[in-house]
């Protein structure tokens, strides 16, 4: 059974950091494609980065390029995303999710808000 449990999530100050984990089991966690996925108040579902762990290929919405950064440990099956010059349009809900060509898995989400 795959599962997902995201952590990190709290309430950071506009310019901070903030780093999220999602704890992950029941698949191959060395070959696979892990995202995180968004959703702020009041809105639909936003990508924000990828990576293949296989090859360590990652991708990223341009609105975060160059802020965030997608990483996995791998001996811990791990998925991190580093949020840094965090902004207030950066609070969502973020998911964890596995990307697999029979659907994709998510976690609950762990929540992020940015203000001062």
């Known amino acids: 059974e795959v599962l997902l449990v995201e952590s990190g999530g709290g309430l950071v100050r506009p310019g901070g950091s903030q780093r999220l984990s999602c704890a992950a089991s029941?698949?191959?966690?060395?070959?696979?494609?892990m995202s995180w996925v968004r959703q702020a108040p009041g809105k639909g579902l936003e990508w924000v980065s990828t990576?293949?762990?296989?090859?360590?290929?990652?991708y990223y919405t341009e609105s975060v390029k160059d802020r965030f950064t997608i990483s996995t440990d791998n001996a811990k099956n791990t998925l991190y995303l580093q949020m840094n010059s965090l902004k207030s349009e950066d609070t969502a809900v973020y998911y964890c999710?596995?990307?697999?060509?029979?659907?994709?898995?998510w976690g609950q989400g762990t929540q992020v808000i940015v203000s001062s």
């Open positions: 029941g698949f191959p966690f060395t070959s696979s494609a």
């Open positions: 990576i293949h762990t296989y090859i360590n290929n990652t």
């Open positions: 999710v596995l990307n697999t060509v029979e659907g994709d898995y």
